[in-house]
């Protein structure tokens, strides 16, 4: 099953192209969903054909469906093809200002919903075997000059299996090989894909399909390097679709990593030899590798990365009798630097004040995660909460606006919500979390960096609001 796939994922390695001007067969991109049963039914199917008259103008077969950008060739149902294709377009026009390249060409796209409706040489063959497995395919020839390495022509066309984003993922990869003459290696390639099918205009919330919260919640995370130096061929699994697809969402969202995965991803697109992983992220591998664990561990249907961006640059200092260590944490932040370094063992003394909420409208909590009785709007005591703490990297649409996405694990925690949290960062670890008595003291549970936070599940902080002003003080010697 496999032996197709590689023999074809090798043409595209760029060194051929560049031998000579020709046309080179690309074939891009199998996207194989782990649907035994069905691909099995449909290889039946496909079988049972051969001896059936089949109609090129069967009442439910293909018709053609045109947008601005697309032609798209499919038996699906007229409302249903035309509401791809506005997604289609909605999608194309998010990736295309991404990637600063207007689309010129029509991408052109076989959608099959039910095989049995197609007359037999409408799909050539390795589209339809592909359709059989209820994947994608996104077939490429390119015309590339020999001596610069300059793309003079490319055309795509897909096959897809009208389920699941495919058409959406194959149709980023037909937009890049059409634009730019190749998709990238494998990790940015497959991972810009599944990014481009859930992408949304103006926010950076996580917005996949569930089965893919759920599988990446629930294994032993694939280490970062396996996917970046993973010898993986495209089309391999949907499981390593994932993978692929969190490292690319964290990159390309992270106010640490984002400003660097543009260009990363231009560069590629442009065959540059120094576009690779390690040169741009090489320096920071060990803050993106905690960050990608993290997310994997944390995330879910709206979460947000801008909101839980690592701090790696506040600096820390240990505190003292007079000199105390203050810091201010905001509710809708995730784990935030408090600035105070412990050592095992050290008395803390602690002071927090303010209040916050947990949503827009609800109640207003203590530290403690005491629920204050219910204040009008205007009788906020005067030097406490700001009415509005403005929101440092808030997307552009306004988060609160935004409808709640539901979530696909249960957010399990022993703390109450509204609950100041802490936990200690040592060499990239992080210890347990442990509630802080917002008044009062507390023994460090061990060495490190003091992190701040207010409770509540990792998927909903974006709604919340407030913020609460600590301070740190060692206990004085008796
Ligand atoms: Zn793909």
């Known amino acids: 099953m496999n032996i197709n796939r590689s023999r074809f994922a090798n043409l595209s390695r760029t060194a051929t192209v560049r031998r000579l001007l020709a046309m080179v067969l690309v074939v891009l991109a199998f996207l194989s969903w782990p649907d035994s049963v069905s691909a099995q039914t449909f290889a039946k199917s496909s079988g049972k054909e051969k001896g059936k008259k089949v109609d090129s103008a069967l009442p439910n077969g293909p018709r053609d469906y045109r947008s601005a950008n697309f032609l798209v060739h499919t038996d699906l149902p007229a409302d249903e093809a035309n509401d791809l294709l506005k997604r289609l377009e909605t999608m194309l026009a998010l990736i295309s200002k991404y990637w600063g390249k207007p689309n010129k060409q029509t991408i052109e796209m076989f959608v099959v919903r039910d095989l049995e409706v197609w007359p037999p040489n409408a799909l050539e063959r390795i589209g339809r075997e592909s359709i059989e497995q209820r994947a994608g395919i996104t077939i490429s020839s390119t015309s590339v000059n020999r001596q610069t390495g300059q793309l003079l022509a490319a055309k795509s066309r897909v096959y897809a299996i009208a389920d699941r984003g495919v058409p959406q993922h194959e149709a980023v ?144 200092r240990s505190a003292t009798a007079t000199l105390p260590v203050t810091c201010v944490v905001e509710a809708k932040r995730g784990w935030q630097a408090s600035r105070l370094q412990v050592k095992a063992g050290d008395e803390i003394e602690v002071s927090a004040e303010g209040t916050w909420s947990l949503s827009a409208d609800g109640p207003e909590f203590t530290p403690f995660g005491i629920e204050l009785p219910v204040a009008k709007p205007d009788s906020e005591k005067p030097g406490k909460v700001p009415k509005s703490a403005t929101p440092k990297r808030a997307s552009k649409a306004g988060t609160e606006a935004l409808e709640e ?40 549970p061990g060495d490190g960096q003091l992190f701040l936070r207010c409770e509540e599940a990792w998927n909903r902080l974006a709604d919340n609001k407030g913020k609460v002003n600590v301070k740190f003080k060692v206990k004085a010697d008796k």
């Open 173 to 316: 990869h037909a937009y890049c090989h059409q634009s730019f003459g190749r998709a990238g290696p494998t990790w940015y390639a497959e991972g810009l894909a599944e990014m481009g099918h859930c992408w949304r205009e103006g926010e950076s919330r996580v917005h996949c399909l569930p089965h893919v919260v759920k599988y990446l919640r629930s294994v032993e995370p694939k280490p970062l390097r396996a996917i970046v130096n993973g010898r993986d061929q495209t089309g391999d699994s949907w499981q390593n679709y994932a993978w692929r697809w969190a490292l690319c969402h964290l990159l390309a969202n992270n106010p640490n990593y984002f400003d660097r995965f543009r260009p990363l991803g231009l560069g590629i697109l442009a065959d540059q030899p120094d576009a690779t992983f390690e040169r741009v992220y090489g320096s920071m591998s060990q803050e993106i590798a905690f960050e990608y664990l993290f997310f994997l561990q944390h995330f879910d249907l709206g979460y947000e990365v801008t909101l839980t961006a690592w701090d790696w640059k506040t600096k820390f």
């Open 405 to 444: 996405l539901p979530s696909v694990m249960r957010y399990e925690s022993r703390f109450k919500p509204g609950q100041l949290v802490g936990v200690l960062l040592n060499d990239y670890e992080l210890s347990e979390p442990f509630p802080i008595p917002a008044d009062g003291a507390f023994v460090a």
